[in-house]
């Protein structure tokens, strides 16, 4: 095995499920390649160090501009917030390093062009983290469609639901709250979970043609996680819902809210063709609902597909059949198909033009939002 | 059309359900015979009045006797207590009417063979009204047995689960609890629910051939309904469960209790076999689980029938696809098919030979269940 | 009980189920009236005589003008389609008649205003057949929100779901098909699946205040009912999606098709609130989600209430705790609350009024979708 | 952190699930203990090398005698097949090694009890790894129980279904299929999947006193999987059902198979008390359902407890809420049990003492089907 060097930048919940995938790839996957987890960088030195400690990364610098210019390191994986992926993956193109890139690509459509533009200058394979098409029953629903079994597409139908931000009580910023800080994340669940649904959307069917669309901010005013007597405006979309029509003609409805009571993690989408539909749902993660015209009339009926079968995308890699994977495999999978990538010298999907595709999708929807007309793309 | 008249004997809760089922079947079934609601009989006439007249009864009498001679009469439907079985259906054979007569055939399998006895002697029709058997999706697992598409058969699981005695405060017989008084019942839920049970199963896979069991009276004592005051001691079966083995190889296991929390009318089976499997639960009356080993290995999963499009079992008589049918469908699916038989002179099933097998299961569960050994049939 | 004299117009889908509610309703409902099945109109003779000697009606009159001025007919029941509702209605109304209308109410909402108008002169009880409001697991989930279980409305998520049009070679027009021509029914999937969806919505949260939205055309063109060999161009919209919002400020989002292969009636909906959610769907009719923050944390989890207990809306009148009812029954209750309210002199919800309100979104929404912007209401 | 020594005896499936528990544990659990993976043992050296460099095992050594003997190891853990526990337990008990065992504990309840006497004699720590004990939902289902919130318990209901073996081309014994050769396993799914079974009832509510059961070898022949050409008898039991009373008064059924058509891996229970219930399936692991008849009348209804909330058991060392664990992590959570216990000096259920005990059920199981009748315990 090829030993890669790989420097982690930011060592939140994004750092955590990354170096475990790191620790863990080789175990399960035989792969040319064996990632090293040489160096992880952060601003915070005492963090940094027990975040390392506890991963087993070999090295920290609280200087990332230093890490990424390091000629011993291969590989930049960018897990810090969202405003200074813009900053670090251009230093790190511009380095000629390999970068694994967290989802969304950039703050918006604009810094996401240039990063397009950086990595294409580079040359080099570049990966975004959109760790969802590597559960394998979402794989197995792109390999049904791939199959010719959907047929002609009419309805695309996505929502991804969470609750946790329901409490006025929740602060804003600082370390762990810094995705409702418009300044740091972005935008709200639109950047943070509708780029999971456009990306799965947009894998599965095709490009979207148009979007009109609504945004709201529930709570208007948050404390500061970070200076807990001050209380700011809230800026971020809690919630977005936006109707799409795609070029190849389906009609589609997309959702995401983080106030939906009772909906943990319901990152929902469903197809329905000519000859068959197709629905998952994540908080089944390991199942497949599948409905075929094809069956003989009385004994048609949506299909629970259990997608831990050793013929199933991934899953001969792991357990065996019946015996589930969670979480965090999703990581897992899309670091050994990027590792393989490398191999063969095929790029890996989601890469940052992909992803550029689904952060200009984004764009379209907040602007349809904010002036209230449908946005061509 | 051919009118057909009917005594109706009880005005119970299955006095009402059957007397639905007159009223209706002309309007969704096209047969060649009309039921005509003749005359009701009860031993209480005050209620029996008001029952006649809400459902439409020509004439009542309180002397079933006088009722089941009358020679105008082609049909008596017996809905009294188990008790009263063998006394009114012996005078109808005698008498020489069609019996429709509701389940359990009798207190007994020594009644039971009375009353086969009886009505082979008359070689009039005759029918038990294990209504389940004309739910749709049962209906369609067993056309799936009979279509060969499961092969041979590992295993029958079945449950049948209620929780409305729970309470001590519950009290015991009168006109509405006499299930819970052995001396009118019989037994428990065996004849009450397992009588079901078993003839799904046996319908489906065909006779049992050995049993082993066990019984519970969980709450001892209960007062009189018809006598607040008085607490008697509770003989019934509050809950029995049990194994089998049948003729034909297949393993089982059956479970019956009224002390299940949360589980209202959890009827349920599932049959295993070598190319598939079927699961059915009345709580979701209109869907079949089916799984078919035949299917495409990445493609396999349980399908979800929901059992309402025209061509499956009953529902090109009922609305459009899409639209359910509920509990009391089952009494009219069961008219519809008696009174096809009449017309056709093939008889109808369960009748009281096939309801008379069911009660020699439940006499050898009950002595299993006394005698702590397996008994075989 | 007095004696109501029904003239029903129309006896297709429609006719069949509400004749089945006229010859029910008194024998699950103790009610201060009894409706008399007088006199069946529609134009084709033959049919007709079919369907009045099905189902009962004493008389047949193929002269719907005729029969609504007859002095003994007191309330006129209008199944026939929606092009020719204004005119029926309007007579009726004129001629001082209860009126019970399907719905839609109308072809749009300049005819429904006319009739909104016109029973308001007449001062005569209405009443528009939207019976989904009468399944009790609806009713509940109302029961739910105005309990205050919700709280503050953050989403509403609704769509309902079919499948029966995929096919190129389902024709249109006629008497069964008339659903699909624009000119009987004044739109598609809007007037007949989302009339049902958004009168429950502005039942359960209150009026919308502004639509965008998007429609389709997936077939084209289809051969007429009636001409075999001619074709003509599909103007219904076949499936319809839209973003609302509602005056309260909760966001929402609807769908309707007839495209959505493996959903026969999905019509499902979704109320996030600040305290908790429901969710309901018609292909598990029974049931109601329900989830509630107010539950202990560990133990917190949606509940599958099963809406079959006798403190259960409507529930009280049907068998016993666990046994299902199904779709005819939601008429049945319809008739039972209209019927009540006669008797009452309440008004029954929803009246011409109330399903106006619905007509006029329905138009907003097709303008929104037409030219392509956000409509206001 | 303290390191602990750690020598594991086997390489197949659970030699990899417990080699990636020893990887992961200190990477999720704060623990005063380190496990060190030192030595590696099993016959074949090849396999047994390949093994260990892809876990990290520091050495390897076929000489498992040496091994356990080894005085730098701490603890020995137990892979080998069933019939090997007896001999290199009893060996690791002499050397004064703490023992961690796969489950079943031995052949039999005389072999298990050798080993009771065993480790009794050296006083040291010891555990049975019956993971699924650690399966959240199964914490969160005892936390429930032991919290009173069931009550008297009248129902347990079990069983343990997979349909890996229908085929009668797979072969036994050797590397991967000694479960189906009985000298080595020392009974079928008895022992391999109701041990699970009896070991979850009793821990949630007490012990069994009688039992009644049948077994089954469906497939009489296989052909041997190191000798293809030779078949040889199938000794084992495929399938096992049994009736059980608990000593507390509770009725029960189990059942297990390895021949129920598309049931993969469902490990199901279900506990009715008087005051609640509570239901688990292994394939959909991350759920349990959970009936409180203290819920008000008309919201009772089962709640879908998505076990992944920080205030759930185990789950505030995984990710963040809603997001899911899987199969492999029941063995971390046990490794940081058994580590937790071994720094408090309490002991980590179930020790051998605890999995003796159902090992005497398994036998009274096998022996009640042999003899055809009730045995006590």
């Not at 197809?271 to 075929?292: C, D, M, P, R």
């Not at 095929?346 to 939002?369: E, G, M, R, S």
Request: aromatic residues 10%; proline residues 3%.
């Amino acid at each position: 095995m090829k030993q890669l060097n790989v420097a982690i930048i930011g060592y939140g919940f994004m750092g955590r499920a990354h170096s475990n995938a790191y620790r863990k790839v080789n175990n399960f996957f035989d792969l040319a390649y064996q990632p090293v987890m040489k160096v992880a960088s952060a601003r915070q030195a005492d963090q940094l160090d027990a975040f390392a400690a506890n991963w087993g990364w070999q090295e920290t610098d609280t200087d990332w501009r230093r890490v990424v210019e390091r000629p011993d390191i291969d590989v930049v994986d960018i897990c810090a917030p969202n405003n200074m992926h813009l900053e670090i993956a251009s230093a790190a193109a511009a380095a000629g390093k390999i970068i694994a890139c967290e989802k969304p690509l950039a703050m918006d459509a604009a810094e996401g062009q240039r990063l397009v533009d950086a990595v294409a200058a580079s040359g080099k394979p570049n990966m975004v983290w959109f760790n969802y098409r590597r559960v394998p029953a979402i794989a197995l629903a792109k390999q049904i469609v791939d199959e010719g079994r959907i047929g002609r597409v009419f309805h695309y139908r996505s929502r991804y639901l969470q609750d946790w931000t329901i409490s006025a009580d929740v602060p804003l910023g600082g370390n762990t709250l810094w995705r409702l800080d418009k300044s740091v994340s972005g935008s709200g669940v639109t950047g943070d979970l509708l780029a999971h649904s456009i990306d799965t959307a947009m894998w599965m069917i095709g490009p979207i043609a148009s979007v009109a669309a609504t945004t709201e901010t529930f709570i208007k005013e948050r404390e500061l996680q970070d200076d807990p007597g001050k209380r700011v405006t809230v800026e971020i979309d809690d919630a977005c819902a936006f109707l799409a029509r795609f070029a190849g003609g389906a009609m589609a409805t997309f959702e995401s809210t983080r106030y939906a009571r009772g909906r943990k993690n319901e990152n929902y989408f469903e197809i329905n063709g000519e000859k068959g539909s197709v629905a998952f749902n994540l908080e089944n993660a390991h199942e497949l609902g599948y409905f075929t015209h094809d069956d003989e009339g009385h004994l048609r009926g949506w299909r629970n597909i259990q997608v831990w079968d050793s013929d199933h995308p991934y899953m001969e890699h792991w357990w065996v059949p019946g015996c589930s994977i969670g979480y965090e495999h999703t990581f897992i999978n899309a670091l050994a198909d990027f590792l393989g990538g490398l191999a063969s010298g095929t790029k890996t999907c989601p890469d940052f033009a992909d992803a550029q595709a689904t952060q200009v999708v984004c764009d379209a929807v907040l602007q349809a939002a904010d002036e209230r007309r449908w946005v061509d793309l």
